[in-house]
């Protein structure tokens, strides 16, 4: 299932952390984006509908035009419109939101929702409900509002659907249930139960809300999947219990108590199959099979309509957490109990300092690199030495230049005397990845984020554009963001300090060409972060300028390079100590490939 979801953006993302990581790696090897304006018109296009009957007129073979009556069912969070005509939600309207360009956001609007079920009669005719008129009534229910519509199937026999409404919540009761079903229906076969959704424009960057607007859904008892990024992605499940279209920051979720018994869940690629267009993102539909219970439907259901926002998610306790994409295992673990709670604790204005998004992300970044401080000072430490002991090793190679094995063995001696091992360095450079991942993957989600400025940026989720162009450039857009700029500046000049005198030095067979990477790493940074979200760029800025910072202080302050020298010398004065088992042996076999070696070019 997994080979058909890559999302190439967010890989090459992946490729420029773990880029930057493995020089570092290599370093210490070596020295050491409109709907409501679209959908205006849209409220329900009723010429190109199909005249609607009841289910006992379509069972009598006598259809009668209708077009439904609109009904309001609100709350103080969302605003519906229902139609008769089907029991279907025409609007959804997030009365807390705007949009990018200050228009309501509705999840919901005019012909971009189609809900049915879909069963055959006993003499083989097809039957859709979204064709059929549902009478309503209102009542209440401890405080909720309830709406229910039937149909009439004849005989004291009819479907509802019922809709149940809390006074401030985003999640809506749904429940579908029959009666005297059996009489007509064929329940021999599963009901098809048909939903279809539109996903529109609703922030400044298309690129960046395409790519998080995808379908999440929950099956087998509760794994969770997705149907990927692809022009055109489907996925098959059974025992389904959620389904949820998300789009980037808001979300339409359909929960059952009753799991699905299987499904079919697709996603079109408006957006990528049509790069002129710049309103609309992805189209979902689903179709999932229902079973009859003693011949009738009973199934409970929920909708939500809301901010894809993961404390109000998670406090549902459906696992509708994982529709927040934070990363997979480790990154996902580092997200969810360490990089999300601190990230709340430092904006919370009730239950946390309350400081402003702009700063938190800074105040995030300090103690994220106070965290790693231990591992990042013995990794920059063994950098430092390794410079300083770059002339000693440079007239070891120069010595046995003709000698590789045993060159080696004088520079792994010389490198343990100092305490500067470039293996040392490597293990601090690995544990600092599960870190990047997962901030890579929380700045993006991050509901918190959505239009919330700081210093030029207008909106931390999105792109932080100084500069608008009048073309669009391949792969990096029609703006300019600053927040990249100076991220990719920072950059450059760590790797410059990390580098230093292995530029002018010749370059090892078989070893990536550093001073391309240099050059390379933040002309990559440049291009690919432009569209993305300038809350991420901003933390690898600020990131970058703390470990240039600690680098300094530990060349010129903590570093005493007479020291190094002397304890080397030290070293070379002590009496050689018997060498033990392991490493009597580990020595034996260099001398013996030592030996071949020699053999083989008096062989040549």
């Not at 773990?18 to 070596?30: D, K, P, S, T």
């Not at 680098?551 to 070293?571: C, Q, R, S, T």
Request: hydrophobic share 40%.
């Amino acid at each position: 299932m997994e080979e058909k979801k890559t999302d190439w953006k967010s890989m090459l993302g992946f490729a420029l952390i773990l880029g930057i990581v493995g020089f570092m790696l290599i370093r210490n090897q070596e020295e050491n984006r409109v709907v409501e304006q679209s959908t205006e018109g849209t409220e329900v296009a009723d010429e190109i509908l199909s005249p609607v009957i009841s289910v006992k007129e379509a069972l009598s073979n006598t259809p009668v035009a209708s077009q439904g009556e609109v009904l309001l069912f609100s709350n103080k969070l969302v605003a519906f419109k229902i139609n008769t005509r089907g029991a279907l939600i025409n609007e959804a309207l997030l009365k807390s939101f705007k949009t990018y360009d200050s228009l309501p956001v509705y999840l919901v609007k005019g012909g971009d929702h189609q809900f049915d079920l879909e069963f055959m009669t006993k003499d083989g005719r097809k039957v859709h409900t979204k064709d059929m008129i549902f009478t309503p009534t209102t009542s209440q229910n401890a405080g909720n509002q309830v709406l229910s519509l039937k149909t009439d199937l004849g005989n004291g026999g009819f479907i509802e659907f019922r809709y149940e409404l809390q006074p401030d919540d985003y999640m809506m009761d749904f429940n579908i249930r029959s009666q005297g079903l059996a009489q007509a229906a064929n329940t021999s076969e599963e009901v098809a139960l048909n939903w279809e959704l539109q996903g529109y424009r609703r922030s400044k960057g298309m690129d960046n809300e395409n790519r998080y607007t995808e379908v999440k859904f929950e099956y087998d008892g509760g794994s969770d999947d997705y149907t990927g990024q692809g022009e055109n992605a489907e996925e098959e499940a059974e025992k389904i219990t959620y389904i949820a279209y998300k789009q980037h920051f808001f979300s339409s979720i359909l929960l059952t108590d009753t799991p699905f018994k299987s499904g079919l869940i697709e996603s079109f690629n408006n957006f990528s199959a049509n790069g002129e267009q710049d309103v609309l993102t992805k189209k979902f539909t689903s179709k999932v099979l229902l079973d009859y219970n003693g011949g009738e439907l009973a199934y409970n259901m929920d909708w939500y309509f809301g901010p894809t926002d993961y404390d109000i998610l998670e406090g549902y306790d459906r696992n509708l957490d994982e529709v927040v994409d934070l990363g997979w295992g480790i990154f996902g673990f580092v997200n969810e109990w360490a990089i999300r709670p601190l990230f709340s604790f430092l904006t919370d204005p009730i239950k946390g300092l309350g400081i402003p998004y702009g700063i938190a992300i800074i105040l995030l970044t300090v103690c994220v690199r106070l965290v790693l401080s231990p591992v990042l000072y013995k990794s920059y430490l063994t950098q430092a030495k390794m410079k300083i002991l770059k002339p000693e090793i440079n007239k070891i190679s120069e010595k046995y230049k003709d000698n590789a094995v045993k060159k080696q063995q004088e520079t792994m001696k010389i490198q343990n005397e100092a305490g500067a091992s470039p293996l040392s360095g490597c293990l601090p450079a690995l544990l600092q990845m599960p870190v990047f991942f997962a901030l890579f993957k929380f700045f993006p989600t991050a509901f918190e984020l959505r239009q919330k400025s700081f210093l030029w940026a207008d909106d931390l989720s999105s792109y932080d554009e100084v500069f608008s162009l009048p073309y669009k450039i391949p792969f990096y857009g029609d703006h300019v963001s600053l927040f990249p700029i100076l991220a990719s500046i920072s950059i450059f000049f760590y790797m410059k300090m990390t580098t230093g005198q292995n530029m002018q030095a010749a370059q090892q067979p078989g070893m990536p060409n550093m001073k391309f990477i240099m050059y390379l790493s933040p002309v990559f940074m440049l291009v690919f972060f432009n569209n993305y979200a300038s809350g991420l760029s901003l933390y690898y800025f600020v990131s970058n300028l703390i470990t240039i910072g600690i680098m300094l202080v530990i060349k010129y302050v903590i570093i005493d390079k007479d020291k190094v020298l002397a304890k080397i010398e030290k070293a070379k004065a002590k009496p050689k100590k018997k060498k033990g088992r392991f490493a009597s042996k580990m020595s034996q076999i260099m001398e013996q490939a030592q030996v071949q070696q020699e053999e083989k070019k008096k062989i040549k």
